[in-house]
């Protein structure tokens, strides 16, 4: 799997392996660490066949709010994540 973003909606593509991007994220302390709610909430679920799906999520962490969109596939009968498009909106406190 791949991840890619676009910074500040300007300027080149982010691409990085998940060997990449799972170091990044672990350094980063969690919302529950921070005592914060979560509000996450699958939006749509689009399947194109028995093994393979699109996904739309929103989901909120810190003052981010997210829109994630994953493209899934069923590999030995688990449904993975294949690549992963985000935006978020920065919201005030």
């Known amino acids: 799997m791949s991840w890619r973003s676009w910074p500040k909606r300007r300027g080149p593509l982010l691409r990085l ?4 991007y799972f ?4 350094k980063r302390p969690s919302p ?4 914060e709610t979560r509000s996450d909430r699958i939006v749509s679920i689009e399947f194109a066949g028995p093994v393979t799906a699109f996904a739309k999520l929103n ?3 810190g003052l981010k ?3 994630d969109f994953l ?3 069923k590999l030995d009968g688990r449904w993975q994540i294949i690549s992963k498009v985000f935006h978020f909106d920065l ?3």
Do not use: N
Request: glycine share 0%; proline share 4%; hydrophobic share 40%.
């Open 17 to 20: 392996t998940m060997a990449e």
């Open 71 to 73: 493209t899934l596939v």
């Open 23 to 26: 170091p990044i994220v672990d």
């Open 32 to 35: 529950a660490s921070r005592s």
């Open 91 to 93: 919201q005030s406190k």
């Open 65 to 67: 709010h997210f829109t």
């Open 59 to 61: 989901c909120v962490i």
